[in-house]
Structures are given as structure tokens and as C-alpha cells.
């Protein structure tokens, strides 16, 4: 009974342990500022995004074609594939002020955009 | 859609084709049976059917940053692979009379790793056209259009490799394969740094005015030695460390292998 009870302890001290780790970089995290783009009919919505200078910024990418898509940016140093109807994060930043487009590489003509560093 | 998947098919196949050449430049001394090369293809096709398939499933895990973590791994397990054949032609250059199977293991392994990390995208690409069939066919002929053109410079790229002497090619395939490592180390960290596990920072330099990465010399540079515009200082720090480790790889093993051989003698 006893060493039950040091077991479970144990165990409840564990879990502690593991919320904190896995809090912990969440936390770090909430501060990074969100923003949303969509990818529909092979464009992305919206094609401008304004974010500001030197902070880093947690980019969410609906794809909500059932195609697949590859977000990529030369200038912001970023590709990722995205799956059909999935949700993708790429993180950008921190950024020096001007204008850094990307664009989806399966898609090219139509799937452009940019972001807007201020 | 026909430029689109030339460019897409050219970019994926470019990477692999100039590996293929650099290896098979870097064995030109020794007398090879090319069953390595087939197996090593058809192995590096499943590997890229498997992850296409799976890309899916893999891109959710760790809260989304699947995907970055999976490629940096095979970027990080190429890497290593390339560490050992360096060790591997070293030694089998200095001692003509040693086993060649494990050479052809990991130059087999190398290979199908990287097929399996391009091939998977070309298949992902594919896989957006399947139900609609006139887009397919233009997607196919601009994709034979492209694998034809990444292919003609491997070729290209490997008889320029066996124009040298053979030591001096040999040499130019293990400061390729040096190259090629540091730019799998590279990228990794890039990827890793997309996913927020390594700390991002603002670009070191910015070439992109002379070499742009969209262009046909800066993918090749891309393709042979990892070529950036705006790396970040950590990118250029991992890039210089993993260069200097293969130096380290390479002078040990030299150094091991040439002893052993003058005391064999």
C-alpha cells in the first residue's frame, strides 16, 4: 500500500513535470503575434499581410483547396509543403522593414503575396 | 502549368542528378557493377512514394512542425552518410585491395535518401492533378521536359568530373561531397529555425542582387553547395562547423589509411 502511494506520487510529480515542459515554451511562446492566411482557388487570402519590424510573427496557412500547395519565399528564406484541406505554421522574423514576397510553388501564376515589414 | 512543373521537376531532380554525377565521378577508379545504382533508384522511389504518402500524418506531428522536423532529420542522416563515404573513398582509393560492398551501401544509402526527400515533392505536386485530366498532361510533358534538362546537366556535370585526372577528380567528388554536406546542414538548420526551435536572426549578408536564389546559377549553386542569399549568422556558423568536421573526417582518414598502407608494404 504504501509503496503504491509513493508510486503514485511519483507518477503525479512526473506529469507536473512534463505540463511544466510542455507549458513552458507555450507560454514563451503566446506572446508571438498570429496572423491567419487562407490559400483558396490556389490564391492566398489575404495576399498582403502587414506585420511590424524585428518581431517575429507565427504565420497560420489554411489550405483549404483539396491540393496540395507549397508555400515559398526567397526572400523570407521559408518553404513548406501544405497538404490539401490542413492547416500549416511557418514561423518569419524578426525582419528589417520592406517587402518580402512569397508565393505557392505549385501554383505560381495565381498564388502570390506579400508581406509588408513596417 | 507546363513552365511550372519544369521548373519544379528540374529543381528536385537537379539535387539528385548532380549527386548521382559526383559519386559516380568519385568511383571512376574503381571497376563498379552499376546493380547499386538500380537498386539504390528503385529503393529511393518507394522511400519517396512512402513519405508522399504519408506527408499528411508526418506534417501534423509535433504540433504541426512535423513536416520541418522529418526533412531536417533525413538532412542531418544524409549528412552523416556523406561523412562515411568520404571515409570510405579515401580508404578504398588508398587500398585498392578492400571490400568494396559497404562503398556501394552507403553511396547506395546517400542516394536513395536524397531521391526519396526530392521525390516526394514532385509526387505531392502530382497528386494536386491526378483528377483533372488535361492539366495531368501537361504537367506530364513539362515534368519529362524537366527531369530531361536536371539529368542532361548530371551528365554534363559528371563527364566535366572525368575529364580530370583520376586523383584530381577524386578530389574535386570528396570537396563536392564536403559541400553538399554543409549544405544539408544548412538547410536543416534553416528548417529548423521555420519551425522555432532554433532561435531566427536577421541575415548575415544579402547576395540576392548578384546571385538570386530564383535563378538558374543560384539554384545550381543551391543544388551543389547549399547556396543562400540571406543566410542567418547561425546558418553560416553550422555551415562552416560541418565543413570544417569533414576536413577533420577527411585528414584522419587519410592520414589512418596512407599510414597503414606504407606498413603494409
Given at each position: 500500500m504504501q509503496t503504491l502511494k509513493i508510486q503514485c506520487y511519483l507518477c503525479r510529480q512526473?506529469?507536473?513535470?512534463?505540463?511544466?515542459?510542455?507549458?513552458?515554451?507555450?507560454?514563451?511562446?503566446?506572446?508571438t503575434p498570429l496572423v491567419d492566411?487562407?490559400?483558396?482557388?490556389?490564391?492566398?487570402?489575404?495576399?498582403?499581410?502587414?506585420?511590424?519590424?524585428?518581431?517575429?510573427?507565427?504565420?497560420?496557412?489554411?489550405?483549404?483547396?483539396?491540393?496540395?500547395?507549397?508555400?515559398e519565399s526567397w526572400e523570407l528564406?521559408?518553404?513548406?509543403?501544405?497538404?490539401?484541406?490542413?492547416?500549416?505554421?511557418?514561423?518569419?522574423?524578426?525582419?528589417?522593414?520592406?517587402?518580402?514576397?512569397f508565393f505557392g510553388e505549385f501554383n505560381p501564376k495565381t498564388a502570390q503575396g506579400k508581406v509588408i515589414v513596417e | 502549368m507546363l513552365l511550372t512543373s519544369v521548373i519544379i521537376v528540374l529543381r528536385e531532380i537537379l539535387e539528385a542528378a548532380l549527386l548521382i554525377s559526383t559519386l559516380l565521378a568519385a568511383t571512376r577508379f574503381i571497376c563498379i557493377s552499376h546493380n547499386w545504382l538500380r537498386i539504390s533508384i528503385s529503393s529511393g522511389i518507394a522511400g519517396a512514394l512512402l513519405l508522399a504518402w504519408q506527408l499528411r500524418w508526418i506534417s501534423n506531428l509535433y504540433g504541426g512542425l512535423g513536416y520541418e522536423m522529418s526533412n531536417a532529420l533525413l538532412q542531418a542522416f544524409?549528412?552523416?552518410?556523406?561523412l562515411v563515404l568520404i571515409a570510405m573513398l579515401i580508404k578504398v582509393y588508398l587500398r585498392t585491395a578492400t571490400r568494396k560492398k559497404p562503398l556501394f551501401f552507403f553511396m547506395g544509402l546517400a542516394l536513395s535518401l536524397s531521391i526519396t526527400r526530392e521525390g516526394s515533392e514532385i509526387l505531392i505536386y502530382f497528386s494536386g492533378f491526378m483528377h483533372t485530366k488535361e492539366a495531368l498532361s501537361s504537367v506530364m510533358i513539362g515534368s519529362i521536359i524537366g527531369a530531361g534538362v536536371g539529368f542532361s546537366i548530371g551528365a554534363l556535370f559528371y563527364f566535366l568530373l572525368s575529364a580530370f585526372d583520376q586523383s584530381i577528380s577524386l578530389k574535386i567528388a570528396l570537396a563536392l561531397l564536403v559541400l553538399v554536406g554543409a549544405g544539408m546542414c544548412s538547410q536543416a538548420t534553416m528548417l529548423?529555425?521555420?519551425?522555432?526551435?532554433?532561435?531566427?536572426?536577421?541575415?548575415?549578408?544579402?547576395?540576392?542582387?548578384?546571385?538570386?536564389?530564383?535563378?538558374?546559377?543560384?539554384?545550381?549553386?543551391?543544388?551543389l553547395m547549399g547556396y543562400e542569399a540571406t543566410p542567418s549568422p547561425l546558418q553560416v556558423g553550422i555551415y562552416v562547423a560541418s565543413v570544417l568536421v569533414s576536413f577533420v573526417v577527411i585528414v584522419v582518414f587519410h592520414h589512418l589509411y596512407s599510414r597503414s598502407t606504407n606498413s603494409n608494404e
Amino acid at each position: 500500500m504504501q509503496t503504491l502511494k509513493i508510486q503514485c506520487y511519483l507518477c503525479r510529480q512526473r506529469v507536473i513535470y512534463m505540463l511544466f515542459f510542455v507549458l513552458l515554451p507555450t507560454l514563451a511562446k503566446a506572446g508571438t503575434p498570429l496572423v491567419d492566411i487562407s490559400i483558396e482557388q490556389h490564391l492566398f487570402i489575404p495576399s498582403e499581410i502587414t506585420i511590424p519590424a524585428n518581431t517575429k510573427v507565427k504565420l497560420r496557412i489554411h489550405n483549404r483547396d483539396a491540393t496540395p500547395e507549397e508555400f515559398e519565399s526567397w526572400e523570407l528564406n521559408r518553404e513548406k509543403v501544405i497538404m490539401g484541406n490542413s492547416t500549416a505554421i511557418i514561423f518569419i522574423g524578426p525582419l528589417l522593414p520592406g517587402a518580402y514576397p512569397f508565393f505557392g510553388e505549385f501554383n505560381p501564376k495565381t498564388a502570390q503575396g506579400k508581406v509588408i515589414v513596417e | 502549368m507546363l513552365l511550372t512543373s519544369v521548373i519544379i521537376v528540374l529543381r528536385e531532380i537537379l539535387e539528385a542528378a548532380l549527386l548521382i554525377s559526383t559519386l559516380l565521378a568519385a568511383t571512376r577508379f574503381i571497376c563498379i557493377s552499376h546493380n547499386w545504382l538500380r537498386i539504390s533508384i528503385s529503393s529511393g522511389i518507394a522511400g519517396a512514394l512512402l513519405l508522399a504518402w504519408q506527408l499528411r500524418w508526418i506534417s501534423n506531428l509535433y504540433g504541426g512542425l512535423g513536416y520541418e522536423m522529418s526533412n531536417a532529420l533525413l538532412q542531418a542522416f544524409i549528412y552523416v552518410v556523406i561523412l562515411v563515404l568520404i571515409a570510405m573513398l579515401i580508404k578504398v582509393y588508398l587500398r585498392t585491395a578492400t571490400r568494396k560492398k559497404p562503398l556501394f551501401f552507403f553511396m547506395g544509402l546517400a542516394l536513395s535518401l536524397s531521391i526519396t526527400r526530392e521525390g516526394s515533392e514532385i509526387l505531392i505536386y502530382f497528386s494536386g492533378f491526378m483528377h483533372t485530366k488535361e492539366a495531368l498532361s501537361s504537367v506530364m510533358i513539362g515534368s519529362i521536359i524537366g527531369a530531361g534538362v536536371g539529368f542532361s546537366i548530371g551528365a554534363l556535370f559528371y563527364f566535366l568530373l572525368s575529364a580530370f585526372d583520376q586523383s584530381i577528380s577524386l578530389k574535386i567528388a570528396l570537396a563536392l561531397l564536403v559541400l553538399v554536406g554543409a549544405g544539408m546542414c544548412s538547410q536543416a538548420t534553416m528548417l529548423l529555425i521555420q519551425a522555432d526551435v532554433l532561435p531566427s536572426q536577421r541575415p548575415l549578408w544579402n547576395t540576392s542582387s548578384w546571385i538570386p536564389e530564383s535563378s538558374l546559377p543560384g539554384q545550381l549553386l543551391y543544388a551543389l553547395m547549399g547556396y543562400e542569399a540571406t543566410p542567418s549568422p547561425l546558418q553560416v556558423g553550422i555551415y562552416v562547423a560541418s565543413v570544417l568536421v569533414s576536413f577533420v573526417v577527411i585528414v584522419v582518414f587519410h592520414h589512418l589509411y596512407s599510414r597503414s598502407t606504407n606498413s603494409n608494404e
